[in-house]
């Protein structure tokens, strides 16, 4: 597929993620005051922001994998004011991106995005996984046997080590062990100091 009918398709795709989310469409080209507020999160409590459409937009691009500049170039009307040159305009749109890129809570949240984006893969993964363990690679398999708890590597498996001490209360056993015995039980127990019979 050429790259032309790869940017139209992603140009649909965003057409109807910005329905979806109802983005609303310039209708002034002068106008700036669509984008006055338009990449300002609302802050709703201490600690916690609240995307703006636009910002949600722009998160849901970057989970995808598109880069900043396939973003920046999807969204121009939104982050750039009409009216003067493209290459203006999209040095703009990609400078408004790499601003919200470098706040902390975006950056938390495209996290968050696609982390559950993995997560709700993970059956995709694991079929993946399986597919590629019965098609004969051993590492596919092992991976998916230790997954499951069948399989160990041999270098994995540790002895554990045990210190015994032997601390200064414990008499030393002699050649008659009775004998030390009986000359431990006879000692006196202090108060306080535990002792084994």
Do not use: C
């Amino acid at each position: 597929m050429g790259s032309a009918k790869v940017y139209q398709s992603l140009r649909s795709l965003l057409g109807i993620i910005v329905f979806a989310m109802g983005v609303p469409e310039p209708k002034v080209p002068q106008a700036h005051d669509l984008l006055a507020g338009s990449t300002k999160a609302v802050v709703t409590k201490p600690g916690s922001v609240e995307p703006t459409v636009l910002e949600n937009a722009i998160l849901d691009l970057y989970v995808r994998g598109l880069s900043r500049r396939k973003v920046a170039r999807l969204l121009i009307n939104y982050l750039a004011a009409p009216g003067e040159s493209t290459d203006r305009r999209m040095r703009i749109a990609v400078r408004r991106l790499r601003n919200l890129e470098g706040r902390k809570w975006f950056r938390d949240m495209l996290w968050d995005r696609a982390m559950q984006k993995l997560d709700l893969s993970t059956p995709q993964i694991l079929d993946g996984l399986a597919r590629k363990a019965t098609e004969g690679r051993v590492d596919a398999a092992k991976l998916a046997l230790s997954i499951t708890g069948r399989y160990t590597e041999q270098g994995d498996v540790q002895a554990t080590q045990v210190n015994i001490v032997f601390g200064a209360d414990i008499p030393r056993p002699s050649r008659h062990g009775i004998a030390s015995q009986k000359v431990a039980e006879d000692e006196p127990i202090i108060e306080g100091e535990w002792t084994e019979s």
